[in-house]
């Protein structure tokens, strides 16, 4: 069901997706498939020490939202940004649904559904006032 306001709460092994009105709120867990993604650092040229993105994860990630409005992305570390840049190269329309990246490090997902909400409030507050418009 397409919602006006999701949050996507993700890290390198799951995301949690919560769309959610005034009155209700979907959930879903996805994980990634197989093994955890672990980063090796070696000494010397053979590679960054980063793991490589996860396209498969990123892209069930991206179905579970397709249909929002507006997305707010969050979660401890660099996958959040791992994945606006995925939806950036391979779903530029829903990339610009994207309207806050932020950090929240391994909150319940109540804390995270009423960060959003809070997100949302000020947002629509700030993007409704007179000489502001949303795309």
Known sequence: ???????????HHEAHVQGFTQEQNDSVVIKTHGEP???HRHSGPMGSGKAPEDHEFFER???AIADDREVLVVGPAQAK???VKYLERHHAQLAKRIIGVETLDHPTDGQILEHARRFFRAADRMLTQPGSHRS
């Open 37 to 39: 993604r672990k980063v």
């Open 81 to 83: 940004l791992e994945l």
């Open 1 to 11: 069901m397409p919602h006006d306001h999701v949050v996507v709460w993700i890290d």
């Open 61 to 63: 990630v991206a179905q």
